[in-house]
């Protein structure tokens, strides 16, 4: 862990806090050594309630930590609520939404389990902690209107209430990925 990345995520939280987002900092553990930051994102589209963001600043190999390079990952698990047949549909509906998306990418995980959205970055060294958290507050903000864009309809098709090809008939999915 470079020394400022518990600092930027401090500073990150001290922010969102006083923005109104409910935030908690998860501490390293055996399983996952390394600093997390959770930011409570809500609401999501007109019925879809509150997801939890998780930033975290991945470990590297030290030759690579030492010349100022960092991962910083951002993970949300949206739901783990797929309908029957809805992996295969969500999969679809992803791979489209993915090659025109300006950061990130949604994802099926766990063998079908589960819909996510994910999006990691590598970081210098910036100038000032102070720098740092600017810039990651402002990445905490698209990740919110990609989150907001996209959700409902995302999982719309995660309960088997659209097919993919529906959900890419209809807005927003429709002005943004060609048609095939």
């Known amino acids: ?27 390293p553990t055996d399983d996952t050594p390394f600093h997390s930051l959770v930011v409570r994102l809500a609401p999501l589209g007109p ?11 991945l470990p590297l190999p030290e030759a690579v930590a030492a010349s ?4 910083l990952q951002a993970f949300v698990e949206l739901t783990t609520a797929l ?3 809805a992996a ?8 489209r939404l993915d090659l025109v ?21 590598l970081y210098l060294e910036g100038p000032s902690v102070a720098d740092e958290v600017q810039h990651l ?9 990609e989150l907001n864009l996209f959700l409902a309809p995302l ?14 008939a209809r807005p927003p999915f429709d002005a943004l990925v060609p048609r095939s």
């Open 83 to 85: 309908a029957p047949g």
């Open 68 to 71: 100022g390079a960092r991962v």
């Open 88 to 95: 295969a549909e969500l999969s679809e509906l992803v791979s």
């Open 47 to 57: 019925d879809e309630g509150t997801v939890d963001l998780q930033l975290s600043w």
């Open 1 to 27: 862990m470079h020394s400022d990345d518990a600092a930027v995520l401090h500073g990150l939280e001290e922010r969102l806090l006083a923005a109104g987002l409910p935030t908690r900092v998860i501490p």
């Open 155 to 168: 999982l719309a098709v995660a309960r088997g209430e659209l097919g993919a090809a529906q959900a890419l």
């Open 101 to 121: 998306l300006p950061l990130g990418a949604f994802g099926v995980g766990g063998g079908g389990r589960f819909l996510y959205f994910k999006h990691n970055a």
């Open 137 to 145: 507050d402002r990445a905490v903000g698209f990740y919110y209107f």
